[in-house]
């Protein structure tokens, strides 16, 4: 007498379609992750983990000449307040993007932290990534 079912269930698992979706997944992050671009000058920026950034930011860039710029435009240290707070708006949700040289005077950074402090601006500071 034969006890055995006629239908078994197959116990293997067919990833080819989970390898499919990783795939476009990693495109599409590859694709994405080119087309952010920050609206600043060129300096070398210390390396760490993690990135974000958003479209409501401006961006005071510090040369390791410690050169002020915001959104490529030279300011004074003296007028660094007064621009950043026009830029900035009334409102103040923009968030203030630090972007400083790697080899910049930490007290020229901290003269933006303190700007951003006094005026209770949300502020982030970039670095590149690993």
Do not use: H
Request: aromatic share 6%; hydrophobic share 45%.
């Amino acid at each position: 007498m034969n006890l055995r079912g006629r239908n078994k269930i197959n116990p293997n698992f067919n990833m080819s379609s989970m390898t499919d979706i990783v795939f476009l997944l990693l495109i599409f992050f590859m694709l994405t992750s080119t087309l952010v671009t920050v609206s600043a000058i060129d300096v070398l920026l210390p390396k760490a983990g993690g990135k974000t950034e958003n479209n409501t930011s401006v961006s005071v860039s510090i040369t390791s000449a410690s050169k002020f710029y915001i959104d490529k435009n030279v300011v004074s240290s003296n007028n660094l307040e007064s621009a950043i707070l026009n830029k900035v708006g009334v409102e103040k949700k923009k968030t203030v993007v630090i972007r400083g040289d790697q080899n910049v005077p930490y007290k020229s950074v901290m003269k933006v932290i303190d700007i951003a402090n006094k005026n209770k601006l949300k502020m982030i500071l970039a670095v590149k990534g690993k």
